[in-house]
């Protein structure tokens, strides 16, 4: 598998519910913010379903649109892991990336498979996040 990057990716949260259950919890939030690059270029809205596992393990669950620069939307999924880091408890985290759109310039998307890493300072609204965007691309033949 070969990995080409998509793009520098910034999200800061807007809004922020945390649901305690006793044993783990519930994430409720809205990020917005950007991703750019040469082959991606826009603004990105999405709100967090994260699950809190008893293990202080997050599992990011984000759903929104992609607004590219040059007026094409695309629907974004991302799943992954969030684990804390112990030095400044911040969350590094590892998401894959599908998009949908129906608009022709960016067709393309449709079948790319990304990947998405980075770090998030605090969950807490005004809590930013940075990461670079892949899309992997398989190398058998």
């Known amino acids: 598998m070969d990995l ?3 793009g520098a990716v910034e999200l ?3 809004s922020l519910d945390n649901l305690d259950s006793g044993s783990g919890g519930q994430i409720y ?3 917005e913010g950007s991703v750019t690059g040469e082959r991606l270029d826009g603004t990105l809205h999405l709100t967090n379903l994260a699950r809190r596992r008893p293990d202080n393990v997050n599992q990011p669950t984000l759903r929104g649109l992609l607004r590219t620069r040059d007026g094409a939307r695309a629907w974004v999924e991302l ?3 969030a684990t804390l880091r112990r030095d400044d408890g911040a969350r590094v985290f590892v998401t894959s990336c599908r998009f949908q759109t129906g608009d022709e310039r960016y ?3 449709n079948s790319v498979f990304g990947v998405l890493e980075g770090v998030l300072d605090v969950v807490e609204v005004g809590g930013s996040a940075r990461g670079r965007l892949f899309e992997c691309r398989a190398t058998l033949t």
């Open 12 to 14: 800061t949260y807007t």
């Open 107 to 109: 067709a393309w998307l």
């Open 79 to 81: 799943d992954g892991v």
């Open 29 to 31: 939030g809205t990020m």
């Open 4 to 6: 080409a990057e998509l």
